[in-house]
């Protein structure tokens, strides 16, 4: 009950001065304004590397599409695996984009199911 009337008290001080009513409301939308300019939620420019094992037709056009988008920066194109931990440890990219041969992932999937 004291906190209620203590709350009471405070907001009727407030808006008593009308220095303080500026402050309270108008400050936090000026500065949700101006902020809002600033900050950019889009994403462009993401430097990821492509690894192409795949000798299909569709990888390559995938990979085309990929290498002329605004959203990614494509900062190298393999046709070997990489060692990926070590790429992601020295920050060359966010990341890395493989395409695999349709053979060699059932061949992997074999393995891990144990068939």
């Known amino acids: 009950m004291k906190l209620f009337y203590l709350f009471k008290k405070e907001l ?3 808006f008593r001065q ?4 500026a402050i309270l409301f108008v400050a936090p939308i000026l500065q949700t304004i101006l902020l809002g ?4 939620t889009d994403v462009q420019n993401i430097p ?3 690894v192409n094992v795949s000798s299909s037709p569709d990888a390559y056009r995938l990979i085309n599409r990929l290498t002329h988008s605004p959203l990614f920066q494509v900062t190298g194109i393999y046709h070997r695996p990489l060692n990926y931990q070590e790429i992601f440890k020295r920050g060359q990219t966010k990341a890395i984009i493989v ?3 349709e ?3 059932e061949d992997q999937e074999e393995k891990k199911t144990g068939q």
């Open 48 to 50: 990821v590397k492509i």
């Open 12 to 14: 009727l001080e407030v």
């Open 103 to 105: 053979n060699q992932t």
């Open 99 to 101: 395409f695999a041969d």
């Open 18 to 21: 009308k220095e303080m009513v």
């Open 37 to 40: 300019y600033v900050v950019r």
